[in-house]
């Protein structure tokens, strides 16, 4: 009896450990999931990203169009205000000569 | 020879017309007058002018901000999708948090049954020796 304890004892099976095998794999199946996911929204990101850079090159031509206007725009508001000075500097041979000018131009415009 | 400014006999404001030998038609005022005219005819052509460039300019500024509009509208396309991905890294490590702990436990159980299989095996060890010494004892 004594023999066969001591023989129990010492070749005694170790008792099963759960090492939660299946909700590890099922945690790791979830990650790769994820990971895939979030993958795919770097794409998604990285062409919103091209898009963007693509629209703020649009904008930054326009800005280079839009100061082109805002010189067009100072250089008729100098000239709107000159014309003051530079009608009273004006002798009546200036006077017919712009207003014939003037016509001229008109007509052009009409046709 | 009398200068044209200072031949001037019709009065400001006023216009006359004449009929020439020619028969041509002569509409007659004042050169201040026809200053006038010549300067409202040309800051109008000016104004006509920076009327189209005023056009042109916001028709520029509506287009910049329509493209602004859309920078935005896709900016915060991706910062919502940069907010997922944070979710769900926060998801993984969440995972890897359980999985830690999971592993920690059976970790913790079976050093316990490391220790209890060696506390077994002394026992046992102990028993086989001590065992036939108190038989020979008992036999003596």
């Known amino acids: 009896m ?20 299946d909700e590890i794999k099922v945690l790791k199946t979830k990650n790769e999931q994820l990971l895939l996911s979030n993958d795919s929204i770097n ?21 280079v169009i839009l100061k082109e206007t805002e010189t067009k725009l100072a250089e008729l508001e100098k000239k709107r205000n000159e014309i003051p000075s530079l009608i009273n500097n004006m002798d009546s041979d200036d006077i017919t000569s712009n207003i014939s000018d003037y016509l001229k131009r008109r007509s052009k415009g009409d046709n | ?33 026809a200053k006038i005219i ?27 901000i329509s493209l602004q509009k859309d920078v935005i509208v896709k900016l ?13 890294f926060e998801q993984v490590l969440n995972n890897k948090d359980i999985e830690i702990g999971l592993k920690d436990e ?5 050093n316990k049954e490391i220790k209890k299989q060696k506390r077994l095996k002394i026992v046992g060890f102990i028993g086989s020796i001590m065992l036939p010494i108190l038989t020979l004892i008992v036999l003596i």
């Open chain 1, 2 to 21: 004594a023999i066969a304890l001591v023989l129990s004892l010492l070749f005694r099976s170790p008792i099963p450990i759960d090492t939660y095998e």
């Open chain 1, 43 to 63: 794409k998604i990101n990285n062409k919103l990203q091209k898009e963007i850079n693509t629209i703020l090159y649009a904008i930054d031509s326009t800005k």
């Open chain 2, 1 to 33: 020879m009398i200068s044209p400014v200072t031949s001037q006999t019709i009065s400001r404001g006023e216009v006359k017309e004449i009929i020439n030998s020619d028969g041509d038609t002569l509409i007659l005022m004042n050169l201040e007058d």
């Open chain 2, 38 to 64: 010549l300067s409202d005819l040309l800051e109008y052509e000016i104004v006509d002018s920076l009327l189209a460039v005023y056009k042109e300019k916001d028709t520029l500024n509506t287009n910049t």
């Open chain 2, 76 to 88: 915060t396309l991706k910062s919502e999708n940069q907010q997922s991905i944070i979710n769900n």
């Open chain 2, 106 to 110: 059976v970790i913790e159980k079976q």
